[in-house]
C-alpha cells in the first residue's frame, strides 16, 4: 500500500499473537458473515499471513485491496465479492 489513505473498512479482525493457521480460519468466519462489498482490515503479527491471506483471496474469489507491512504488523485490507463465503 503506497502513501494514499487506507481503504475505508466495514469490519476489522484483530489476529495479532496468533500463529498459522488461526488468523486465516479466523478469515473465513467473519468473510462468511459480511455482505457483498463490504471491506474488512486484518491486523496480523505472523509473517506467514504474506503468503496466506493473498493465497485465500485468490482461491475463494475475494478482492484483497490493499496490503502494508511495518515492522512486525501487517495489515491487510479484503473485499467480499459476490457470491462468495
Do not use: N, W
Not at 473498512?9 to 459480511?34: A, K, S
Not at 483471496?57 to 511495518?70: I, R, S
Amino acid at each position: 500500500m503506497s502513501d494514499a489513505a487506507p481503504p475505508a473498512t466495514d469490519h476489522e479482525l484483530d489476529t495479532q499473537g496468533l500463529l498459522c493457521p488461526e488468523p486465516v480460519m479466523m478469515l473465513h468466519g467473519i468473510i462468511r458473515d459480511m455482505a457483498e462489498g463490504e471491506v474488512v482490515r486484518v491486523l496480523a503479527t505472523d509473517p506467514s499471513t504474506t503468503r496466506d491471506i493473498p493465497k485465500f483471496c485468490h482461491f475463494l474469489g475475494h478482492e484483497l485491496l490493499a496490503e502494508h507491512h511495518d515492522d512486525s504488523l501487517y495489515r491487510y485490507y479484503i473485499r467480499k465479492l459476490a457470491g462468495q463465503e
